[in-house]
């Protein structure tokens, strides 16, 4: 296909998270980059991997082509690095934290370099001895990984990450770690832990004690003995009011992500990134990257066919990155090179749906949105294969235990939450529904600026419901049900994450994961501030029996500072 000259138009948002963190910058601070030049910068840098091959000019050009129009938008590591000195392209790392002195200040020296480059960490502190068990070599007691958790979140408030972006930190610890019910109260205290979001590894040992009402085991990690037993219940139930609360602990089903794992040869998964949606083993990296969905409306239908041409060479440009990447330490590069797991993903799903004219928390909805991710990873999949054809299959791949067919990459899929690159692409979040459709911010002397959803405004100026007056009333009530000048088709396609119900939410979680997400999915399942503690209960239940591997819950106002809010009053 010709490319398209079209000049690209940028929000403003976009222009400035661009040349605050994205654009390299001259001596004085001052951006010396466009958009159109950045993106010459990274589809270079990426392309010259194939440089020497007869399509190497081709590839140039696919990849600039799919950026500048933000088809598909590599994660911010890459869009920021590639092509500079630092070259660290990947957003995220698992650490592995060995319970011993040596181990765990390594592991905390490892994420600093990471951090540094841009990159986030994921720990399991499950392998750590409890607290007060014994050190041999002190004849002390240990501190427990709790305390060790606030060295390594020290660690993190100190470097902020290069500038450009503050370390992030997932902390895991087993449902069965002697130390839980420290683990799951730890973040009540809202000012602890800020650099991490905690989650517990939940089992399915738990989850079958739940069921039944029954205690289960605590195993001191140390010694493998069994030291005490709790009622699943209580722990759960803990979980669950401490969510309610705040939010916090997230759950990670730790054996569904074990299932999945593609090389039990090469160890299990202790932990995942930050947000949670790619499994890594110990010292593994991932680069990400999203399909914008938005693109991909074409006459109310969905264009499959340039869809399929965008993610194949999405496929070959985050491979490629793996082999230009500047790895922060050797046992990264090492086991990074063993797998080659990318993570695609998607953004602007409730772009598209709108554009289909399809409620986000309808049956419909859940199956245009499997059937694209279905597609996505059948693609991604055929295009891994025919790497692997030409340069090999990932060198872990062992055809006796692993029964796929030989392919380049050992995990293709994951829905990241696409904080700042949805922003630059002027889209909903990963797979996430808007979060608003009209945002009131007031101004200078009283003055209220209206910020309407672009598509929000288009249908409304094209059917004839446009008005200042209903706009700013849509503002107000912080939603577009109930309002009868819109006509009940809209109402619904425009419900937002706090207009779905929390059902519809895991639901289409569920129907993504389902649906060729190799890894995990980032997604709050939002509720109502009114929403009961058995409503969060329910949800967890469901994301489990829906084979969702991780969960986060929200319920609305619930946290002190709320990131997102419907009314932006600032
Ligand atoms: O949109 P962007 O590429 O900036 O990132 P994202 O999709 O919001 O986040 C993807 C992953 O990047 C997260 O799961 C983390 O592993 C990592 N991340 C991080 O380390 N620090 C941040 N401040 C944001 C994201």
Redesign the pocket.
């Known amino acids: 296909m010709a490319p398209d000259l079209t000049k690209q138009v940028l929000t403003n948002t976009a222009e400035t998270v661009l040349a605050r963190r994205y654009y390299m910058k001259d001596a004085e601070g001052n951006p010396v980059e466009t958009w159109e030049t950045l993106c010459h910068r990274v589809a270079n840098a990426i392309a010259d991997v194939d440089k020497d091959s007869p399509n190497g000019e081709n590839l140039r050009e696919d990849f600039f082509n799919m950026i500048y129009r933000m088809d598909f938008l590599p ?2 590591p890459c869009l920021m690095n590639a092509g500079t000195d630092l070259g660290q392209l990947s ?2 790392f698992v650490l592995p934290v060995e319970d011993s002195m040596d181990g765990i200040f390594t592991a905390i020296r490892n994420g600093a370099l990471v951090h540094k480059t841009g ?2 960490t994921g720990y399991s502190f499950s392998r750590l001895r409890s607290k007060n068990a014994s050190v041999r070599s002190t004849q002390g007691v240990a501190s427990g990984p709790l305390s060790f958790a606030a060295v390594f979140d020290a660690a993190t408030e100190t470097i902020k990450q290069g500038g450009k ?2 370390g ?1 930190n997932m902390g895991v610890l087993r449902v069965d770690h002697p130390d839980i019910m420290d683990f799951i109260t730890a973040k009540q205290d809202q000012n602890r832990f800020n650099n991490f979001n905690f989650s517990v590894a939940i089992t399915d040992a738990f989850m079958k004690a739940v069921e039944d009402g029954t205690e289960y085991d605590l195993i001191e990690p140390s010694s493998k003995q069994v030291v005490r037993s709790l009622e699943a219940r209580e722990v759960f139930e803990k979980i669950i009011d401490l969510a309610w609360h705040n939010g916090e602990p997230g759950v990670l089903f730790i054996d569904t992500a074990n299932k999945a794992n593609m090389t039990p040869q090469l160890g299990e998964f202790e932990a995942t ?3 949670g ?2 499994w890594l083993l110990p010292y593994e990296s991932c680069n ?1 990257g999203s399909i914008n969905l938005a693109n991909f409306v074409e006459k109310g239908k969905i264009d499959y066919d340039r869809l399929k041409t965008i993610v194949e060479s999405a496929t070959a440009f985050l491979d490629n990155v793996i082999d230009c990447n500047r790895f922060p330490i050797p046992e990264i590069e090492k086991m990074t090179l063993q797998t080659r797991k990318i993570g695609m993903g998607i953004m602007g799903l409730h772009d598209m749906l709108i554009q289909l004219g399809v409620p986000y928390g309808s049956e419909e909805g859940r199956e245009t949105a499997g059937e694209v991710m279905r597609f996505i990873r059948d693609v991604a999949a055929a295009q891994s294969e025919k790497v692997a054809a030409v340069k090999g299959p990932f060198p872990a791949y062992d055809a006796k235990v692993n029964t796929y067919p030989a392919r380049r990459n050992a995990a293709l899929t994951s829905i ?7 922003m630059i692409a002027d889209c909903a979040s990963g797979c996430e529904p808007y979060f608003s459709i009209v945002m009131v911010k007031n101004v200078m002397d009283g003055d209220r600026l209206i910020m309407v959803n672009k598509h929000f405004e288009r249908i409304a100026r094209a059917e004839g419901f446009y008005s200042d007056e209903l706009m700013s009333k849509v503002a107000d009530s912080g939603t577009v049900i109930g309002h009868k000048e819109i006509p009940a088709k809209w109402q619904e396609v425009f419900r937002t994450a706090q207009d779905i119900r929390p059902e519809d939410h895991i639901a289409m979680q569920g129907a993504l994961q389902n649906n060729g997400v190799d890894s995990s999915i ?1 997604k709050t399942i939002n509720l109502p501030n009114s929403a009961s503690r058995e409503e969060v209960k329910l949800s967890y239940i469901t994301g489990y029996q829906l084979g969702c591997k991780g969960l986060t819950v929200y319920r609305d106002g619930s946290r002190d500072s709320q990131v997102l809010n419907t009314k932006d009053t600032s």
């Open positions: 994660n911010s957003a995220c990159g986030g972006r503050r992030a990134n930050p947000c949606e790619q990400l990241q939450p696409t904080g700042t690159v949805s980032s």
